[in-house]
């Protein structure tokens, strides 16, 4: 049995998802169409399986539960996210992971401007996001932890690994970038440095996870090279301040 959000608003089709969850643990959305919160503050050992496009904030506040998207997220999915996982095949919209302490946030395809905006990590709470595609601007704004990857599979030709003002304000945490990249879109506070093993050993799990989410073949992916990006200063902005 599952749920059928069609066109009933967003209050409703979320007190349904919360009753069946009392006494299950996976609850399976079908028909959703642009309704918000699906999935919001999910605890762990529960699991919400949408079908169709979700509206803003899915799985806010997601706290240690798994959200998995057959179809398309709008902007601000997984917003301040605590722990857990989200799989998305298809595309997300602005804000992607806006705020995201831990946990996991896979993207088959591609992620609108301000992915990663303002992610965080403390101790052993550090976020991950995982894009298959590319991503607009502002990617990593003002990111003081965790880890971005940017795959840059099935780019038509002309389309850019990232848009303009990529990691601007970025003070913390790393990118990792597959293949070449317009280097003129990045931001002045950015590193392009080379990959230690650590590195590599991280990256290679991510990828392993995208590659079983979304049947790719892991190694085609990792034959192309990666670069990783990382501010240069823990303080971009202290020339635009006056000390007194």
Do not use: W
Not at 2 to 19: W, Y
Not at 55 to 76: K, S
Not at 159 to 180: D, N, Q, W
């Amino acid at each position: 049995m599952s749920i059928k959000a069609g066109l009933r608003g967003f209050e409703a089709v979320n007190e349904e998802i919360k009753q069946e969850l009392l006494s299950k643990d996976k609850v399976v959305v079908e028909q959703v169409n642009g309704q918000r919160y699906l999935g919001c503050a999910l605890d762990t050992g529960k699991t919400l399986e949408i079908h169709g496009t979700a509206g803003n904030d899915l799985a806010c506040y997601l706290n240690g539960g798994r959200i998995i998207v057959h179809g398309n997220g709008q902007d601000a999915l997984g917003n301040t996210m605590g722990g857990g996982e989200i799989i998305v095949h298809g595309h997300s919209g602005d804000a992607l992971g806006y705020g995201m302490r831990d946990g996991q946030i896979y993207v088959r395809d591609n992620v609108c401007c301000r992915g990663g905006i303002h992610m965080k990590e403390f101790r052993a709470m550090k976020p991950v996001l995982v894009i298959g595609q590319n991503a607009g601007s502002f990617l990593g704004e003002y990111m003081s932890g965790g880890t971005i990857v940017l795959l840059g599979l099935n780019l038509k030709r002309g389309e850019k690994l990232f848009g303009t003002h990529c990691a601007s304000g970025m003070h913390g945490g790393k990118i990792f970038v597959r293949g070449a990249f317009p280097k003129q879109n990045l931001s002045p506070n950015i590193k392009v440095v080379s990959l230690e093993e650590e590195d590599k050993k991280e990256l290679e799990g991510y990828v392993k996870h995208y590659c079983k989410y979304f049947h790719e073949d892991y190694e085609s992916i990792m034959n192309k090279p990666f670069k990783k990006l990382v501010p240069a200063t823990s303080r971009p902005y202290a020339n635009m301040y006056v000390a007194n």
